[in-house]
Each structure stands twice: as structure tokens, then as C-alpha cells.
């Protein structure tokens, strides 16, 4: 079955900090990979998409890597801010079709 | 370019009425997915479809449930009966018919069921 974890499921830092977000993914042959923002009662907000020949993709601040082999993606925030608090969610694609969604981490940055 | 829109954003609904939610991709896609957020879940796909054809509804509950995306006009999701366990946000994405697949996600349907 192809599921999607992402750990911590809560995560607070202070302002200021560089934090590191983790997604694993059951089946490695991906098709490729997004990271969303999703704000309280809001829609979502695409931040990056790895394709499965891509090793890491950037945006200002953040930085996400993937590595298929151990299945493993992660999402590096540097310099933490109070506006940067949300909901991150990983979601993998296997066909180029439907996501398939982790259950987000919920971060808040602490001024 | 607009994003992808919904509406309505809040739907109001008793038990055993029916709900329509509305998704207009944007503009130059033609590939619309639908998926569903239950109060503390993840979101779950749906329903994927293209202009009059649906690809993939592995995802949709066996009854009460439909979709369709007409030549023209949006996408619509159609939730006959509802009962409670229908509350969620129900969310839209669209892609364009070549690329990487990256979606973009509307801003949602709010539904309760009273």
C-alpha cells in the first residue's frame, strides 16, 4: 500500500531558527513529490515540487530534498519566522495523477 | 492568471438534502482532482477527471457521490442525501494537460451537515 508519514505531527521552535521537516513514503518509485502550506481553515498553498530525477528543489528560504532510495524527503526552513507558522504537508504521486497525503506537521514559530 | 476557484466557500446543509460544490480549474487546465479533509484527517483523494470523462474515482464513496466535469462550465461534486459524517472541507486542484503534475489547490468547501 502506498502511504505517506510525516513526523514530528507538532513542532514549535523560537523565531529565528533553522528547522527540518521529514516526509517517508512507502514504494519508492515515485513520479514526484509536492510540500503544501496550509493555513487554519484555509486552502493549500504548493511551496516546492521534486520530480523523481531531482535530488532537491529551492525557494527563498526553503530547501526540500528527496532521497527515493530510503524514501525518505525533507523540508528545511531556515531563519524561521512567526509568519512561517502552518501546516506542512508532503504528498507523493505514483502515476502522475492522484496525491496521496501525509498528515502534515503543524509548526509554530515562538517570537 | 486566477487561481483556481470554489464556491461556495461555506455550505450549509440538513440531513438528507443534497449539495453541490462548484471548481473552476485554471485557466489551461483541463486535468481537476477532487479531494476531502475530515475534521482532524488528512486529505483524501477522490475523484480525478478530465473534460467529460472521469479517470480515476477510486477514491469516491460507492453511493451518494458523483462528479462530473461538462465541456463546459466548472467541475461539480454532487453529494445526494447528506448525512453528518458528509461535514468536511472538500477541496479542489487542477493541472495543466502536460508537465511535472504540480496541482494547485483551491480554496475550499466548507460543509455542515445539521
Known amino acids: 500500500k502506498q502511504e505517506v508519514t510525516q513526523i514530528p505531527a507538532a513542532l514549535s521552535v523560537p523565531e529565528g531558527e533553522n528547522l527540518v521537516l521529514n516526509c517517508s513514503f512507502t514504494?519508492?518509485?515515485?513520479?514526484?513529490l509536492q510540500w503544501f502550506r496550509q493555513d487554519p481553515g484555509k486552502g493549500l498553498t504548493s511551496l516546492l515540487l521534486?520530480?523523481?530525477?531531482?535530488r532537491e528543489q529551492t525557494s527563498g528560504r526553503l530547501n526540500a530534498s528527496l532521497d527515493k532510495s530510503s524514501g525518505r524527503s525533507t523540508l528545511y526552513i531556515a531563519a524561521s519566522q512567526p509568519g512561517d507558522s502552518a501546516t506542512y504537508l508532503c504528498a507523493v504521486s505514483w502515476g502522475a495523477q492522484k496525491l496521496v497525503f501525509g498528515q502534515g506537521t503543524r509548526l509554530t514559530i515562538n517570537p | 492568471n486566477a487561481g483556481v476557484m470554489q464556491n461556495p466557500r461555506h455550505l450549509v446543509r440538513r440531513r438528507g438534502q443534497e449539495a453541490r460544490l462548484r471548481c473552476s480549474p485554471m485557466?489551461?487546465?483541463?486535468?481537476v482532482y477532487w479531494y476531502r479533509q475530515l475534521p482532524e484527517e488528512g486529505l483524501k483523494f477522490m475523484v480525478y477527471?478530465?473534460?467529460?470523462?472521469?479517470?480515476?474515482e477510486s477514491g469516491m464513496p460507492k453511493e451518494r457521490f458523483s462528479a462530473e466535469f461538462p465541456k463546459e462550465g466548472p467541475s461539480i461534486l454532487r453529494i445526494q442525501q447528506v448525512v453528518r459524517g458528509d461535514s468536511a472541507a472538500y477541496f479542489c486542484a487542477s493541472s495543466p494537460p502536460s508537465g511535472v503534475g504540480e496541482q494547485y489547490f483551491g480554496p475550499g468547501t466548507r460543509l455542515t451537515v445539521t
Open positions: 514504494d519508492s518509485a515515485i513520479y514526484n
Open positions: 477527471l478530465q473534460k467529460e470523462n472521469i479517470i480515476d
Open positions: 485557466k489551461g487546465h483541463s486535468h
Open positions: 521534486i520530480q523523481s530525477s531531482q
